[in-house]
């Protein structure tokens, strides 16, 4: 499946809910527009299976799901990629795992340097950020506005923002040049389709 160039990017939170809580509302996640789907849980307690009917929720709907960290959960699922941070392993190792069309998305803070080496080496997109005050990462660094619109002219890939972020405050990043807008609690801490929907209206207007 590829990547979307746009739109809503929902990462899920599975802290202290049951797989029918978690299921459920990635499902209205997905109902309210969301393009992209990231199965991030720092706890996991059956992380294969949670992963496995995930995917099956996100292909019903044709949205990839992406695995945060785990290259090999991705490899073991047949996920349609990864999301890989700084101390999450390299592209060329995920790559060879996970084959020519995987989905490989690459954590860039504020650098985009490091973006610019990621594409090199055969990233599908790259993300930025935090750009507001996350209670999803708390310690996350922040990033600058400037970094995405430097981004959006150098590279040629989908710009993933993060971090904080709001349907109030999503449209400044869109404008700034990012092109998906990557979220938690924004979703999650709310009702989930809804919030969706508020965030897909901010790429139609
Ligand atoms: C879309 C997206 N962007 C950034 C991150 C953060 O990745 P990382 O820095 O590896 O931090 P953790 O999510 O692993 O805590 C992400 N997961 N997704
Ligand atoms: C994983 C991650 N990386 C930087 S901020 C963040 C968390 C984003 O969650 P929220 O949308 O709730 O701020
Ligand atoms: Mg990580």
Not at 16 to 21: D, I
Not at 24 to 48: F, S, T
């Amino acid at each position: 499946m590829k990547f979307p160039r746009r739109g809503l990017y929902a990462i899920t939170q599975p802290e202290h809910k049951t797989l029918e809580q978690i299921l459920n509302e990635v499902e209205a996640a997905l109902k309210g527009g969301a393009v992209v789907i990231q199965y991030r849980d720092k706890q996991p307690l059956d992380a294969e299976g949670l992963a496995r009917q995930l995917l099956t929720l996100c292909h019903a709907y044709q949205v990839p799901l992406l695995i945060n960290d785990s290259v090999e959960l991705a490899v073991k699922v047949g996920a349609d990629g990864v999301h890989l941070g700084r101390d999450d392993g390299d592209i060329a190792n995920a790559r060879s795992r996970l084959g020519e069309n995987a989905i490989i998305g690459i954590s860039c803070y504020n650098d985009v340097q490091k973006a610019r080496i990621a594409a090199e080496h055969g990233a599908d997109y790259v993300a930025f950020g935090r750009f507001f005050p996350s209670g999803s990462k708390p310690l996350a660094a922040s990033a600058d506005l400037t970094t995405l619109t430097q981004a959006k002219q150098l590279l040629n890939l989908p710009i993933v923002a993060i971090g904080g972020i709001l349907p109030e405050n999503g449209g400044q990043l869109i404008a700034a040049g990012a092109d998906l807008l990557a979220v938690i609690g924004g979703i999650f801490d709310h009702e989930p389709q809804a919030a969706a929907q508020a965030y897909q209206a901010l790429f139609h207007s």
